[in-house]
């Protein structure tokens, strides 16, 4: 059911960065499940990872490594290797280890991550077992499957591709992710893979990466979960034959940072347009905030009603379960006679009530279509702040209460 979510993009291969898919069979057999990534010697990598107190132990060890040497990155569907404990840290060491058994490279240059259900042990012995397939397919051009290869309840691939020139070098950024439900951000809200063959210090791309989740990934919220396995990954392989990037400021940097958010805000934004079960894209803009956590508390709030989102799935105009939201979103001192509430194009509500030029009819058109702006003016400040979330349907009980089904 994905909203305005069609084929893939030209997803341009990244110099220095090759993908390998497998099926190792962890919940279907033929399934490919299993993705290798593999980093030319030399790269930097950076990585934002899920607050989520019981993080899982893919991310555990990711996050530890990461500050390394970085040579392959493991992925697999199925299972999440989440709420396991020390048998889940030693089943994702293990299948590290057997990796960089096979790649000849030290165990620590192996980063994993896992997406599936939750609680139950990791199957080492099949992802073993599809190490080596995944190791002999490695290729440039193999973006495409590999973001075919991390979906879980994904309808469809997500992935986009930026390149521009400097000094008659081509830079090439290209990105994919996974992620339909358990979205709510908290870091990044998925699993996300971004690579350039621009070459970029260590701190540099640190910051380029949070930056860029910062007004992507941690924008998106589909159901207000905060996953277990969440990690986003920004690789800079410096294969490009141009000076490496070493401070946040020049045309250089400025022209990459551009491509980096433009791929993460599109990659980002496809998580939401394949919510599971969605029929609306949904952006809830807040402007005029005394500060940003003011507005990204209503915004949120707004986004994660379920009333409000019921009433979306519905396309009914029921503008009085917006203002319910935006009032009970916790802003302190808040003057409800200056807000102003829009639906689309249509002012709904002015300075706390009904607009009196507001009819149902306006209200009802824009909730027919399947993208929808839900603007809020609070009239506090200057600080704004965008979000984009999906309405809650039947489809999305289905899915989620038949997902071990």
């Not at 994702?92 to 790649?103: D, G, N, Y």
């Not at 973001?147 to 081509?170: E, N, W, Y």
């Not at 709904?348 to 993208?371: D, F, K, N």
């Amino acid at each position: 059911m994905a909203v305005g979510l069609g084929p893939l993009p030209t997803l341009h291969p990244v110099a220095g960065f090759e993908l390998g898919i497998a099926s190792a069979g962890i919940k279907r057999p033929g399934r490919k499940d299993v993705v290798v990534m593999r980093c030319a010697e030399g790269s930097t990598v950076a990585g934002v990872f899920t607050l989520n107190a019981f993080c899982a132990a893919p991310v555990i060890l990711a996050k530890q490594r990461v500050q390394g040497t970085v040579r392959y990155l493991l992925t697999n569907t199925g299972n999440a290797n989440a709420g396991t404990g020390e048998p889940g840290l030693a089943a994702a060491a293990r299948t590290c280890a057997k990796l960089a058994e096979l790649a000849g490279v030290d165990e620590s240059a192996v980063l994993p991550y896992s997406t599936g259900v939750i609680g139950e042990p990791l199957p080492v012995e099949k992802i073993e077992g599809a190490l080596q397939a995944a190791l002999d397919d490695l290729s440039v051009d193999n973006w495409a499957a590999a973001a075919t290869g991390i979906m879980t309840t994904d309808t469809l691939p997500k992935g986009a591709s930026r390149q521009f020139q400097h000094d008659g070098v081509t830079i090439t950024v290209t990105g994919i992710s996974k992620g339909a439900g358990m979205i709510r951000p908290n870091m990044a809200t998925m699993l996300g893979y971004i690579a350039t063959d621009a070459k970029v210090s260590r701190e540099v791309l640190h910051n380029l990466m949070l930056d860029g989740a910062n007004k992507s990934f941690n924008r998106i919220t589909i159901d207000g979960d905060t996953s277990t396995n969440d990690c986003c990954m920004l690789i800079a392989t410096g294969q490009a034959a141009l000076p490496e990037i070493t401070e946040a400021r020049g045309a250089l940097f400025e022209a990459l940072k551009k491509a980096v958010f433009e791929v993460c805000m599109e990659v980002a934004q496809a998580i939401v347009r394949d919510g599971e079960g969605a029929t609306k894209f949904v952006t809830v803009e807040v402007n005029g905030g005394a500060n940003h956590q003011e507005c990204l508390d209503v915004g949120y709030t707004v986004a994660h009603s379920p009333l409000i989102k019921t009433a979306l799935f519905a396309s009914d105009p029921n503008w009085g379960r917006i203002l319910a939201a935006v009032g009970r979103a916790g802003v302190p001192e808040l003057d409800v006679s200056k807000i102003d509430v829009f639906l689309g194009e249509v002012c709904i509500a002015s300075r706390g009530a009904r607009a009196a030029t507001y009819t149902e009819a306006q209200g009802s058109a824009v909730m027919a279509r399947e993208e929808i702006g839900i603007r809020i003016e609070l009239g506090r400040g200057e600080c704004s702040e965008t979000i984009w979330t999906t309405d809650l349907s039947h489809e999305y009980v289905k899915i989620n209460a038949e997902y071990r089904t």
